[in-house]
């Protein structure tokens, strides 16, 4: 059964930094655009970043400039590196991998920024 481990996560205070990654199974990462999304209570669950098996990335506006994603073929492991993170960016962050027909989540990851 395919499925995406993440890890990392965690508090850390405004203007700090974290680092979350994702791995997916080889046969599902080599074809799958690799997303990150998160959502706040009683909020939709939005794309933050997502990465082509191109290498193509597309950012939501909010992160532009202090989050990069990429992406290790040979571990089947995508990063998320987060930088001068903001209260605003406390959310839940998941793990997406979209390839046509089917759209694969992680378990969830809590990201807390406050001092």
């Known amino acids: 059964q395919a499925r995406l481990v993440e890890s990392g996560g965690g508090w850390v205070r405004p203007g700090g930094s974290l680092r979350l990654s994702c791995t997916a199974s080889?046969?599902?990462?080599?074809?799958?655009?690799m997303g990150w999304y998160r959502q706040t209570p009683g909020q939709q669950r939005d794309m933050v970043v997502s990465?082509?098996?191109?290498?193509?990335?597309d950012f939501a506006d909010s992160v532009k400039g202090r989050f990069t994603i990429s992406r290790d073929n040979a571990k089947s492991t995508v990063y998320l590196e987060m930088n001068s993170l903001e209260p605003e960016d406390t959310a839940v962050y998941y793990c997406?991998?979209?390839?046509?027909?089917?759209?694969?989540w992680g378990q969830g990851t809590q990201v807390t920024v406050s001092s």
């Open positions: 080889q046969s599902v990462f080599r074809i799958a655009t």
């Open positions: 990465i082509t098996s191109g290498g193509r990335s």
């Open positions: 997406n991998a979209n390839f046509p027909g089917v759209s694969l």
